[in-house]
């Protein structure tokens, strides 16, 4: 029996609601501000929200709390990561958020179709489309139920994310739709993207902004007194000290906090707490050093297997870190465990991994392992990513790259080719740019430069540095000519028909005769570079050369040529077994 929409309003927001439970102090501001715009949104007045401030800041908690508070009035609520130290895919935030909807809920319409095939979203012809397609499915479950989405650490999100969220942003005035999206100020510099895409959004959206600030005296001693139940002089002496050192950030506070307690310095005294001399306390002058100091009281199995689930990443698949360390059941409870006593873990919302709860905690484990040691694990973990039947290969290429090895050339062109099946263009153009350089670092031991320069060369708008894409496909024919590899010379020889046809603003013609040569390749060099173009495993023949001769129909629509178009679908449709 399916869910009802009401039944499901709470899932996705009961970890948040219960990590919020532990009280939020001097945040009234805030909280008024994210209430208001979530009452608005249940009227009908969506927005978007940006909260910002530095690490440690409370950004999380704050979002947390919004998520229960719109769990309880109703909302559907979504989230999706960015993830430091990790490559993430072309839309990456998004597609996570989108496969935590709820599929098969009563009155709740079906996810699209793009989610788990990517083979659908090149179906929808350009950018524009995808994003039309997905902010009317979203507004499609608004109309149902009203919906909470949010994006956790914007700073770290793909080029592809962010122009989502821009198109999103200007829809949402008569949705109920909240987007709220957190990133760390102290990240940003005038080269960074979002950077230069703040102004904008807040110009084109009327987005709402809202700055964490440090906590001030007062809130750092509601922040002590909500958890230790501490006074007179040893109160004002705790004060002082957790003011002094952590500057009003609460992340830093609570650290140093749990430090002295555990060290004993903070002492439970029947149902109050007293505090001993901290002039004896050897204090650290880097948060990380106070976490680092937490992490070794863990053991040194527990510790060595955090360590390895902070190379695999801020989220960590439970069988992932099983595989990858060879751990027994046993040892890996324990570990969880004991990280989550530690507050180091929590349990990720799918039930089948685990988090980090900060970020920082995961830099200190991940910079506390040797690079040399680093490597092998992040080769470990790449090989065994490799081997799942559905790899992501952003992932898998940025374990063999920190790793060092030669393989993440060939996995950082397949990421390219998936995001530009997807109109990813900025994050395939970064892949294969990234790839060219370390291919270059390998001297050339991928064997894969020539299909790197083609792919980039076939990329972005067909005007634009028209004579360094030239310079690149000569580059990659001469490559293919030395290693008479003839799929990789019917790629060079359609790319430059596309690329000089759009210069010259000529007919299809060449468009045309470079199909027709590819066609006459074998059938495996021709599914290759099928593979290769549109993501095309295994279909029937015939069907292969139904894209390519799209794009030429296409191209003759947008320069007059209306006649051959139509006589061209009139053909597609004949000799297509898909179509006809």
């Given at each position: 029996?399916?869910?009802?929409?009401?039944?499901?309003?709470?899932?996705?927001?009961?970890?948040?609601?219960?990590?919020?439970?532990?009280?939020?102090v001097g945040r009234e501001r805030e909280r008024g501000i994210?209430?208001?715009?979530?009452?608005?949104?249940?009227?009908?007045?969506?927005?978007?929200?940006?909260?910002?401030?530095?690490?440690?800041?409370?950004?999380?908690?704050?979002?947390?709390?919004?998520?229960?508070?719109?769990?309880?009035?109703?909302?559907?609520?979504?989230?999706?990561?960015?993830?430091?130290?990790?490559?993430?895919?072309?839309?990456?935030?998004?597609?996570?958020?989108?496969?935590?909807?709820?599929?098969?809920?009563?009155?709740?319409?079906?996810?699209?179709?793009?989610?788990?095939?990517?083979?659908?979203?090149?179906?929808?012809?350009?950018?524009?489309?995808?994003?039309?397609?997905?902010?009317?499915?979203?507004?499609?479950?608004?109309?149902?139920?009203?919906?909470?989405?949010?994006?956790?650490?914007?700073?770290?999100?793909?080029?592809?994310?962010?122009?989502?969220?821009?198109?999103?942003?200007?829809?949402?005035?008569?949705?109920?739709?909240?987007?709220?999206?957190?990133?760390?100020?102290?990240?940003?510099?005038?080269?960074?993207?979002?950077?230069?895409?703040?102004p904008v959004l807040v110009r084109e959206s009327g987005v709402?902004?809202?700055?964490?600030?440090?906590?001030?005296?007062?809130?750092?001693?509601?922040?002590?007194?909500?958890?230790?139940?501490?006074?007179?002089?040893?109160?004002?002496?705790?004060?002082?000290?957790?003011?002094?050192?952590?500057?009003?950030?609460?992340?830093?506070?609570?650290?140093?906090?749990?430090?002295?307690?555990?060290?004993?310095?903070?002492?439970?005294?029947?149902?109050?707490?007293?505090?001993?001399?901290?002039?004896?306390?050897?204090?650290?002058?880097?948060?990380?050093?106070?976490?680092?100091?937490?992490?070794?009281?863990?053991?040194?199995?527990?510790?060595?297997?955090?360590?390895?689930?902070?190379?695999?990443?801020?989220?960590?698949?439970?069988?992932?870190?099983?595989?990858?360390?060879?751990?027994?059941?046993?040892?890996?409870?324990?570990?969880?465990?004991?990280?989550?006593?530690?507050?180091?873990?929590?349990?990720?919302?799918?039930?089948?991994?685990?988090?980090?709860?900060?970020?920082?905690?995961?830099?200190?484990?991940?910079?506390?392992?040797?690079?040399?040691?680093?490597?092998?694990?992040?080769?470990?973990?790449?090989?065994?990513?490799?081997?799942?039947?559905?790899?992501?290969?952003?992932?898998?290429?940025?374990?063999?790259?920190?790793?060092?090895?030669?393989?993440?050339?060939?996995?950082?062109?397949?990421?390219?080719?998936?995001?530009?099946?997807?109109?990813?263009?900025?994050?395939?153009?970064?892949?294969?740019?990234?790839?060219?350089?370390?291919?270059?670092?390998?001297?050339?031991?991928?064997?894969?430069?020539?299909?790197?320069?083609?792919?980039?060369?076939?990329?972005?708008?067909?005007?634009?540095?028209?004579?360094?894409?030239?310079?690149?496909?000569?580059?990659?024919?001469?490559?293919?000519?030395?290693?008479?590899?003839?799929?990789?010379?019917?790629?060079?020889?359609?790319?430059?028909?596309?690329?000089?046809?759009?210069?010259?603003?000529?007919?299809?013609?060449?468009?045309?005769?470079?199909?027709?040569?590819?066609?006459?390749?074998?059938?495996?060099?021709?599914?290759?570079?099928?593979?290769?173009?549109?993501?095309?495993?295994?279909?029937?023949?015939?069907?292969?050369?139904?894209?390519?001769?799209?794009?030429?129909?296409?191209?003759?629509?947008?320069?007059?040529?209306?006649?051959?178009?139509?006589?061209?679908?009139?053909?597609?449709?004949?000799?297509?077994?898909?179509?006809?």
């Amino acid at each position: 029996m399916p869910q009802s929409a009401d039944e499901h309003s709470t899932i996705d927001a009961v970890g948040s609601v219960d990590r919020a439970g532990n009280g939020i102090v001097g945040r009234e501001r805030e909280r008024g501000i994210l209430r208001a715009q979530l009452r608005s949104a249940l009227d009908g007045v969506g927005c978007l929200v940006l909260v910002s401030g530095e690490a440690g800041i409370g950004k999380t908690t704050l979002i947390d709390d919004l998520a229960g508070a719109a769990a309880a009035r109703g909302c559907l609520v979504l989230w999706g990561h960015a993830y430091d130290l990790s490559v993430t895919p072309a839309y990456g935030p998004w597609v996570e958020l989108l496969r935590r909807y709820p599929a098969g809920v009563e009155r709740l319409p079906e996810p699209p179709a793009f989610v788990e095939d990517a083979r659908s979203a090149t179906a929808a012809g350009s950018s524009e489309a995808l994003f039309f397609a997905a902010a009317a499915f979203f507004d499609d479950v608004a109309r149902v139920q009203p919906l909470l989405l949010i994006l956790e650490d914007l700073h770290w999100a793909d080029q592809g994310s962010r122009d989502f969220l821009r198109f999103l942003a200007r829809q949402l005035a008569d949705r109920r739709i909240l987007v709220a999206a957190t990133y760390r100020s102290d990240e940003l510099h005038r080269r960074h993207p979002l950077y230069t895409l703040l102004p904008v959004l807040v110009r084109e959206s009327g987005v709402e902004r809202l700055d964490v600030q440090r906590l001030d005296s007062d809130g750092s001693r509601a922040l002590i007194a909500s958890r230790y139940a501490i006074g007179g002089d040893d109160a004002a002496r705790l004060e002082r000290y957790i003011q002094d050192h952590a500057e009003g950030n609460p992340l830093f506070a609570l650290e140093l906090l749990r430090s002295l307690a555990e060290g004993g310095v903070l002492r439970l005294s029947g149902d109050t707490w007293s505090l001993g001399d901290t002039d004896r306390v050897r204090l650290p002058t880097l948060l990380l050093q106070v976490i680092e100091t937490r992490l070794d009281r863990l053991g040194d199995e527990t510790l060595s297997l955090l360590r390895v689930a902070a190379i695999i990443g801020q989220e960590v698949p439970l069988d992932l870190w099983q595989q990858v360390t060879g751990a027994s059941d046993d040892a890996l409870v324990k570990a969880i465990e004991r990280g989550q006593a530690s507050h180091i873990l929590e349990e990720a919302a799918s039930g089948t991994a685990i988090r980090f709860q900060h970020a920082l905690i995961r830099e200190a484990l991940y910079e506390s392992v040797i690079s040399l040691r680093r490597r092998v694990w992040h080769r470990k973990v790449a090989e065994t990513l490799a081997a799942l039947p559905a790899p992501v290969p952003d992932i898998v290429a940025h374990h063999f790259q920190q790793a060092g090895d030669v393989r993440a050339v060939s996995w950082l062109l397949e990421a390219a080719r998936r995001a530009r099946m997807v109109y990813a263009t900025t994050t395939a153009t970064d892949r294969l740019e990234t790839a060219l350089g370390l291919d270059e670092q390998q001297g050339g031991a991928s064997g894969l430069r020539g299909w790197l320069l083609a792919g980039l060369a076939g990329l972005g708008e067909m005007f634009a540095r028209f004579d360094e894409r030239r310079r690149m496909l000569d580059e990659a024919r001469d490559i293919a000519v030395r290693a008479n590899d003839a799929t990789l010379l019917g790629l060079v020889e359609w790319y430059r028909a596309f690329i000089e046809t759009h210069f010259d603003g000529s007919t299809a013609e060449a468009l045309g005769s470079a199909r027709d040569r590819i066609q006459r390749l074998p059938s495996g060099e021709r599914a290759r570079l099928y593979g290769f173009l549109y993501g095309i495993v295994g279909t029937p023949i015939g069907v292969d050369s139904v894209d390519m001769t799209c794009e030429i129909i296409v191209f003759q629509g947008q320069s007059g040529q209306y006649r051959e178009a139509l006589a061209a679908i009139e053909r597609v449709y004949a000799e297509s077994p898909i179509l006809s």
